[in-house]
Every structure is written in C-alpha cells, then in structure tokens.
C-alpha cells in the first residue's frame, strides 16, 4: 500500500528586483510538496522503520520529481536543487527524515537532472501553517555560493498532527546579484596566508 497522499501543492516565485537592482534575468523557485499521512502515527515507538521506506520512498520520490520538472519547464531549467519535510506535532522528526533521506526517495531527482551534489535539507516538527525552508545548492557544484538559496513557503492545513509534509524545491539559477565569492576563493586565500606566515 503506497503512502496516503491528502494532496500535492505547487509554488512559485519569480525574482525580479533585488536590492532595487533589476537582475540580468528573472530567477524563478518552485517547490512542490506532498501532503502524506504519516505511516507511523498513533503506532508508539517504532523500532524499524524500514519497511515503510522500502516499499514507498521511491514511488513518492518519482512523482513528486516529475511533477517539480513539468512546472520548471524540463529537468535541462534546474540548477540548484534541495528537499525537506516537516512532520505534524504528534509525530517524530525521524519520521520525516526516514521519507526523504533514503536513495530510494533522492536518486529519482538526481538522475533527473544528472545531479552530482548531495541533496541539501531540512527536517522538523510543526503544525498547520508552519514556515517550510527548502534550502539549496548547485546541483554539480557545491562550492558555488551563488546558488545557496532558500525557498519559503507554508501550507495553511499541513502538516495535521497525523500528517508528514514533503517537498522538492528547485531553482533556475542562484540568487540575483550574488557578490561574495564561492567558497574556492576563500581557500586560495587562505593558502596565500599560510604561504605568507611560513615565509616569515
């Protein structure tokens, strides 16, 4: 029996102005979240949550993916990429972590956007309505801190205190006038330091 999906939510924001600057191009973020029942709910301490994993991670992983790539117009637009789950208050954080850090739930979208960055996350306990941050990161590059970027969104009625909240974010490029340099920049500097110090 797969997960018990109350319903699936789309969001999108567009990025035009930042800083009362126009970017060089608009940045668009999407997000799409499966609203599940939570398999373990009203069941006490769970020991072994595996097998809900193994049987329904994957499924849930390949639809929410083809869904966040159709609304990103093809998998080809994705540049940064992250996931989250937020589980209802009488629920465990583990129960939100055992959906969405599995292979069995990530690989769907890694391969769909031929990915070689881990999947950046959040994962935590909340009630209907609560802020959900997606963060991200390049999907081949992790050192690019141009493409740290956050989704924020919220589901007035999820997660119910029985419910897990599940979501897949992406982004068509980093944040608008990024400026700070990524993180190589900073080990060659450091490096020049060092070198400079042992010259001394």
Same mark, same amino acid.
């Given at each position: 029996?797969?997960?018990?999906?109350?319903?699936?939510?789309?969001?999108? !924001?567009?990025?035009?102005?930042? #800083?009362?600057?126009?970017? $060089? =191009?608009? *940045?668009?973020?999407?997000?799409? %979240?499966?609203? @599940?029942?939570?398999?373990?709910?009203?069941?006490?301490?769970?020991?072994?949550?595996?097998?809900?994993?193994? !049987?329904?991670?994957?499924?849930? #992983?390949?639809?929410?993916? $083809? =869904?966040? *790539?159709?609304?990103?117009?093809? %998998?080809?637009? @994705?540049?940064?990429?992250?996931?989250?789950?937020?589980?209802?208050?009488?629920?465990?954080?583990?129960?939100?972590?055992?959906?969405?850090?599995?292979?069995?739930?990530?690989?769907?979208?890694?391969?769909?956007?031929?990915?070689?960055?881990?999947?950046?996350?959040?994962?935590?306990?909340?009630?209907?309505?609560?802020?959900?941050?997606?963060?991200?990161?390049?999907?081949?590059?992790?050192?690019?801190?141009?493409?740290?970027?956050?989704?924020?969104?919220?589901?007035?009625?999820?997660?119910?205190?029985?419910?897990?909240?599940?979501?897949?974010?992406?982004?068509?490029?980093?944040?608008?006038?990024?400026?700070?340099?990524?993180?190589?920049?900073?080990?060659?500097?450091?490096?020049?330091?060092?070198?400079?110090?042992?010259?001394?």
């Amino acid at each position: 029996m797969a997960f018990n999906i109350r319903k699936i939510c789309t969001y999108i !924001e567009e990025t035009r102005i930042e #800083g009362g600057k126009v970017g $060089d =191009k608009p *940045v668009t973020m999407a997000a799409v %979240a499966a609203v @599940i029942e939570n398999p373990w709910h009203g069941k006490g301490f769970v020991e072994n949550l595996r097998p809900e994993i193994t !049987e329904h991670c994957s499924d849930l #992983g390949a639809l929410i993916v $083809d =869904k966040l *790539v159709g609304v990103m117009g093809g %998998a080809e637009n @994705i540049e940064a990429y992250g996931k989250a789950a937020v589980v209802g208050m009488e629920g465990e954080i583990e129960h939100a972590s055992a959906v969405i850090h599995t292979l069995r739930f990530g690989n769907h979208y890694r391969e769909a956007v031929e990915a070689k960055s881990y999947l950046s996350f959040t994962n935590k306990r909340g009630a209907g309505g609560t802020s959900i941050q997606v963060p991200m990161m390049h999907k081949d590059d992790e050192g690019l801190r141009s493409h740290y970027i956050t989704l924020e969104m919220k589901i007035e009625d999820a997660p119910a205190a029985n419910e897990i909240v599940v979501v897949l974010g992406a982004s068509d490029g980093g944040r608008v006038h990024p400026r700070i340099g990524n993180r190589y920049i900073d080990l060659e500097e450091i490096a020049k330091e060092k070198a400079a110090q042992q010259q001394q």
